[in-house]
């Protein structure tokens, strides 16, 4: 077929987390440019099955944009090099024929390895589980809407809450730091009435996991906000600093 | 669940002392400046003189003074930690890591523009601090007569008196005092001094073009009336005026030699 092009991929192949992994070259031909990044793969794959050799393990589920699962650190930068897209949104008409593309997976200690592309992000789950969740009162079923909320203020906390969980702003951070994932799930309750019972005992709670599982710090260089596929932003990040030193310094509220 | 560490011991606790921390040799800079400014009087020294022995004489100065070496030290310990500890957050790097496509080069390499800075904090304050405090720096004496209000400066030998001395003697203001301005106006004749000063400069301003809008996004002031007022001083003030202003110092006694 013409316009189809013929890729080069230097693909990071690692067997476990205890395993030293290396970049394994692959030729991809006949990659049609409409095909998104994870088709691409699964024509590598289908060829690899072909020969009797292990596929490339990537992760991927909806292939919509919109669960966060797929991952990829292409060319250097997380979901490639399109702003404000997921890998399976991206597609093989943002490259050139010809073109070497290098795959990483995410790098960061508290991301580890499963295999080849595939990483470990139950981090964010454990981050999520210690305060990212509000207590429902038992009872009767209370009416819709029967609490007001400006609408500026339900914009800001639903533009938080479209975080999909991806882990791209880890993966872009220098740092690896997982601090606008975890700003964005305390902002999405801080900002709501509804949110308000575990305000600050959730913000020193979610800081705490996130800490213990090893991510870095923040220093602010805006590349998470930069590479996130759903545009959360760094404000989120200053809300977060807002809630923990205001919950550390001047409320009582302790997280055992 | 993890229990939450203690403030300090956390991530953002340890922030919070960068940013505060930062802030404060922000400040100083905004006095050091208006301070040496009195370098560029045609004056044989004396106001800046005699600014100089009141900064280091007048007890609240000496108080804030040594806060100041403190946050400094603080400042780079705390850099220290948290840079081993984000280098212990991703192990195994990137072989293929395009930073320029998201972020600013000047906000990835702080620890770099930082310990840069510090080299110069302490040749800086081994010309001239140190000096001062030592007795390494000339005396001059300067005499001003009331009626014609002229003053003519004299270069004291050393031993002669201690410190400073100001009276009034036959019509005649006299005062002796510790001659830094020569000491600065000796160093900076030396083209490798006024070259180190200059890039020095030029990173304390990528320094707190980063730096100053980042300290208010760790503490959380973020708002959208006074975000870009504070991008626009983190630019413009004290990454753009207060820089020129210190490099111009080293460039103007060079040039005038």
Same mark, same amino acid.
């Given at each position: 077929?013409?316009?189809? $092009?013929?890729?080069?991929?230097?693909?990071?192949?690692?067997?476990?987390d205890?395993t030293?992994?290396? !970049?394994?070259?692959?030729?991809?031909?006949?990659?049609?440019?409409? $095909?998104?990044f994870?088709?691409?793969l699964?024509?590598?794959?289908?060829?690899?099955?072909?020969?009797?050799?292990?596929?490339?393990?990537?992760?991927?589920?909806?292939?919509?944009?919109?669960?966060?699962?797929?991952?990829?650190?292409?060319?250097?930068?997380?979901?490639?090099?399109?702003?404000?897209? *997921?890998t399976?949104q991206?597609?093989?008409?943002? !490259?050139?024929?010809?073109? *070497?593309?290098?795959?990483?997976?995410?790098?960061?200690?508290? !991301?580890?390895?499963?295999?080849?592309?595939?990483?470990d992000?139950?981090?964010?789950?454990?981050?999520?589980?210690?305060?990212?969740?509000?207590?429902?009162?038992?009872?009767?079923?209370?009416?819709?809407?029967?609490?007001?909320?400006?609408?500026?203020?339900?914009?800001?906390? !639903?533009?938080?809450?479209?975080?999909?969980?991806?882990?791209?702003?880890?993966?872009?951070?220098?740092?690896?730091?997982a601090?606008?994932?975890?700003?964005?799930?305390?902002?999405?309750?801080?900002?709501?009435?509804?949110?308000? *019972?575990?305000?600050?005992s959730?913000?020193?709670?979610?800081?705490?996991? $996130?800490?213990?599982?090893?991510?870095?710090?923040?220093t602010?260089?805006?590349?998470?906000?930069?590479?996130?596929?759903?545009?959360?932003?760094? *404000?989120?990040?200053?809300?977060?600093?807002?809630?923990?030193?205001?919950?550390?310094?001047?409320?009582?509220?302790?997280?055992? | 669940?993890? +229990?939450?560490k203690? /403030?300090?011991?956390?991530?953002?606790?340890?922030?919070?002392?960068?940013?505060?921390?930062?802030?404060?040799?922000?400040?100083?800079?905004?006095? &050091?400046?208006?301070g040496?400014?009195q370098?560029?009087?045609?004056?044989?020294?004396?106001?800046?003189?005699?600014?100089?022995?009141?900064?280091?004489?007048?007890?609240?100065? +000496?108080?804030?003074?040594? /806060? /100041?070496?403190?946050?400094?030290?603080? &400042?780079?310990?705390?850099?220290?930690?948290l840079?081993?500890?984000?280098?212990?957050?991703?192990?195994?790097?990137?072989?293929?890591?395009?930073?320029?496509?998201?972020?600013?080069?000047?906000?990835?390499?702080?620890?770099? /523009?930082?310990?840069?800075?510090?080299?110069?904090?302490?040749?800086?304050?081994?010309?001239?601090?140190?000096?001062? &405090?030592?007795?390494?720096?000339?005396?001059?004496?300067?005499?001003?007569?009331?009626?014609?209000?002229?003053?003519?400066?004299?270069?004291?030998?050393?031993?002669e008196?201690?410190?400073?001395?100001?009276?009034?003697?036959?019509?005649?203001?006299?005062?002796?005092?510790?001659?830094?301005?020569?000491?600065?106006?000796?160093t900076? +004749?030396?083209?490798?001094?006024?070259?180190?000063?200059?890039?020095?400069?030029?990173?304390?301003?990528?320094?707190?073009? &980063?730096?100053?809008?980042?300290?208010?996004?760790?503490?959380?002031?973020?708002?959208? +009336?006074?975000?870009?007022?504070i991008?626009?001083?983190?630019i413009?003030?004290?990454?753009?005026?207060?820089?020129?202003?210190?490099?111009?110092?080293?460039?103007?006694?060079?040039?005038?030699?």
């Open positions: 077929m013409s316009g189809n $092009m013929n890729l080069t991929l230097k693909v990071w192949r690692q067997k476990n205890n030293r992994g290396k !970049f394994v070259t692959y030729q991809a031909n006949g990659i049609s440019p409409d $095909m998104s994870l088709e691409m699964d024509v590598v794959n289908e060829d690899l099955v072909r020969k009797g050799e292990d596929p490339i393990h990537f992760d991927h589920d909806c292939r919509e944009g919109i669960c966060g699962m797929c991952s990829l650190h292409i060319n250097g930068r997380p979901h490639g090099p399109k702003q404000g897209t *997921t399976c991206l597609h093989m008409r943002s !490259f050139h024929d010809g073109q *070497t593309v290098v795959i990483e997976p995410w790098r960061a200690a508290a !991301f580890p390895v499963i295999k080849d592309l595939a990483v992000r139950s981090a964010f789950d454990r981050i999520q589980q210690a305060g990212g969740y509000v207590n429902v009162n038992t009872g009767g079923v209370p009416d819709a809407n029967v609490i007001p909320i400006p609408k500026i203020i339900a914009d800001e906390a !639903f533009e938080s809450a479209t975080c999909i969980g991806c882990g791209a702003c880890v993966a872009a951070c220098k740092n690896a730091s601090m606008l994932f975890v700003s964005a799930k305390i902002s999405q309750y801080a900002l709501l009435p509804q949110g308000q *019972t575990e305000r600050y959730r913000a020193q709670a979610m800081v705490a996991q $996130m800490d213990a599982e090893g991510f870095g710090s923040c602010n260089t805006g590349a998470c906000e930069a590479e996130c596929p759903v545009g959360i932003k760094l *404000t989120n990040i200053a809300r977060m600093n807002r809630e923990y030193l205001n919950a550390k310094i001047f409320k009582e509220i302790e997280v055992h | 669940m993890s +229990k939450s203690p /403030l300090l011991f956390s991530t953002l606790g340890k922030k919070l002392i960068m940013s505060l921390t930062g802030l404060f040799l922000c400040s100083f800079l905004i006095v &050091h400046l208006i040496n400014l370098l560029f009087y045609n004056d044989q020294g004396k106001a800046f003189n005699e600014y100089a022995y009141f900064m280091t004489h007048f007890t609240p100065i +000496k108080i804030v003074s040594y /806060l /100041l070496y403190t946050s400094i030290v603080i &400042h780079a310990i705390y850099a220290l930690v840079t081993i500890h984000n280098k212990k957050a991703r192990p195994v790097g990137y072989a293929v890591y395009r930073g320029s496509a998201n972020s600013s080069w000047n906000s990835r390499n702080m620890g770099i /523009l930082g310990t840069v800075l510090l080299v110069f904090i302490v040749t800086h304050m081994s010309q001239f601090w140190w000096k001062f &405090h030592n007795d390494q720096v000339p005396y001059i004496e300067y005499r001003t007569d009331l009626n014609t209000n002229k003053t003519t400066a004299t270069e004291l030998v050393a031993g008196f201690t410190d400073y001395m100001e009276y009034v003697d036959n019509g005649v203001a006299i005062t002796k005092a510790r001659d830094l301005y020569k000491q600065v106006a000796f900076f +004749k030396e083209w490798y001094w006024v070259a180190l000063y200059v890039v020095s400069m030029a990173a304390l301003s990528f320094h707190l073009i &980063h730096g100053f809008k980042s300290a208010f996004q760790t503490l959380g002031w973020d708002h959208k +009336k006074y975000a870009p007022i991008r626009f001083v983190g413009w003030f004290f990454g753009v005026a207060i820089p020129i202003g210190f490099a111009a110092m080293p460039v103007y006694f060079y040039l005038s030699n």
